[in-house]
């Protein structure tokens, strides 16, 4: 059985919609928009990776199937300028920098999508969609180019909440050869000049951006499906051609929920400056754990601008020290029993209420840390029964569960320490006590410490 109703702000309409399968199934279907690979990922793009991960884990939590996607966008202007910068291919630099991507989602605890399929590993879907669309008289060819017509698409600028007039005042239109009308956008670019291309029934060339994610969430959604989610940036112009054109295709409204994320914003003022170049999720990893990085994300409403500070760094490793306190004292616990006075069940109820209505893991984590601190003083004061603390054990794990984290990984063993044990060592074993010796260099390498013997003394390094 359900746990209740999901509710999620749909941008388009402006109403919060129930989350349902809309083929009656048991299947709810997620595409988002990933990264483009020209760079290291950066904390404000992981902004949107992590919230949605966590909705995933949500959706499961209350038993559906998932199917979620993220594209990677391999081929852009962007990475055609970084490759010519540096002298080697596109592929290059989209390879390096998706490995990037892979390796910062895995170490984030992220669950693995169904599919993350790359846009240049596309081409023909996104060919077969745009003769579809000419033929279908939204979109037309000029001089190897082709472009879709905007004012063909209905509703075109719901989802930025913008009249046309405002979006061709305000936006800057990018010109090309044989364009009917300002507003319309490429679907198909002919070939320049030192850029990578296909061959097309158009002449070669390569696609738009926006084509790729109807492309493959038509390959792989199979749409009308359930979310789309981005970030906010890629409201306009991304997702409203992205509509338009998925729309057409289909005949049909193609999403049902336009998910947004509020973008990240750094305090500067207010960051020291060691924090302050700690921008790329790689070199944020080396200071701060996966935990912590992920709740300071949920630790704000997703549509919501997150103010990133040293203020709030400091907020969210309080919050994340009370929890891995408490967890740690009730498994101390978890064999005794006594009186209990806990409604456990009112704190989960709450908790997942505040999930249901819109995503929200600010206000759920309020009523987390509220049972957090109940459950503390009556572990402290001995008022907990049996049965509680399975209870509590249960909670605890859902917590872990849709907030993706481990509890595992800040405990990092002193330099000081490490000295100790490989002292004591080398004291094994000039007493020739290798059995013991060997025990304790194994361990430490499962911990990622690796000692390495020079002779008598010994060295050791962190992995
Ligand atoms: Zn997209």
Redesign the pocket.
């Known amino acids: 059985m359900r746990k209740g109703e999901l509710r999620l702000y749909d941008t388009r309409t402006g109403e919060k919609k129930v989350v349902k399968p809309l083929r009656g199934d048991n299947i709810i279907r997620m595409?988002?928009?990933?990264p483009t690979v020209y760079d290291y990922s950066h904390i404000g793009h992981f902004k949107t990776f992590i919230t949605y991960d966590s909705l995933v884990r949500l959706l499961k939590y209350l038993g559906y199937d998932v199917i979620h996607v993220v594209?990677i966008?391999d081929i852009d202007d962007k990475i055609i300028n970084r490759a010519n910068e540096e002298g080697v291919s596109y592929r290059d630099i989209s390879e390096k920098y998706t490995e990037d991507f892979l390796e910062i989602w895995k170490k984030l605890n992220m669950l693995p999508p169904y599919a993350l399929p790359r846009a240049t590993y596309h081409i023909h879907d996104m060919i077969d969609i745009i003769e579809k669309l000419i033929k279908d008289g939204y979109a037309y060819s000029a001089d190897g180019n082709v472009y879709f017509s905007v004012s063909k698409s209905m509703g075109y600028g719901e989802i930025s909440k913008q009249k046309i007039e405002e979006l061709i005042r305000g936006y800057r239109v990018e010109e090309g050869p044989g364009k009917r009308d300002k507003l319309d956008f490429a679907l198909w670019k002919k070939s320049k000049e030192g850029e990578p291309s296909w061959k097309s029934p158009w002449g070669d060339g390569r696609p738009g951006?926006?084509i790729?994610?109807t492309a493959?969430?038509s390959r792989f959604l199979d749409p009308p499906f359930e979310i789309?989610g981005?970030g906010e940036d890629?409201k306009f112009p991304?997702?409203e051609n992205?509509r338009a054109q998925t729309n057409a295709y289909i005949g049909g409204e193609a999403v049902y929920i336009w998910m947004h994320v509020g973008i990240l914003k750094f305090a500067k003022e207010k960051m020291s400056k060691s924090l302050g170049n700690i921008i790329t999720m790689k070199e944020m990893l080396k200071e701060f754990s996966p935990d912590l990085i992920r709740l300071i994300i949920l630790s704000t409403h997703y549509r919501k601008q997150l103010e990133y500070s040293d203020e709030k760094i400091e907020e969210v490793k309080n919050i994340l020290r009370r929890i891995k306190r408490v967890h740690k004292k009730l498994m101390d616990y978890r064999d005794y029993g006594y009186g209990g006075e806990m409604d456990i069940d009112d704190y989960r109820m709450r908790f997942i209420a505040e999930l249901l209505d819109d995503f929200n893991t600010a206000s759920a984590l309020n009523v987390f840390m509220s049972f957090i601190d109940k459950l503390e003083s009556s572990i402290d004061n001995k008022k907990l029964s049996k049965e509680d603390v399975t209870n509590a054990m249960a909670l605890m794990e859902e917590f872990k569960y849709i907030y993706g984290l481990t509890f595992e990984d800040e405990a990092k063993l002193d330099d000081e320490l490490i000295e100790l044990i490989v002292e004591v060592r080398s004291e094994l074993r000039k007493r020739k006590i290798y059995e013991v010796a060997d025990m304790i260099r194994d361990r430490l390498k499962e911990m990622g410490i690796v000692l390495e013997d020079m002779g008598e003394k010994t060295i050791y390094y962190r992995v």
């Open positions: 595409y988002i928009c990933g594209n966008t951006w926006h790729e994610c493959m969430s789309h981005g890629l991304h997702h992205e």
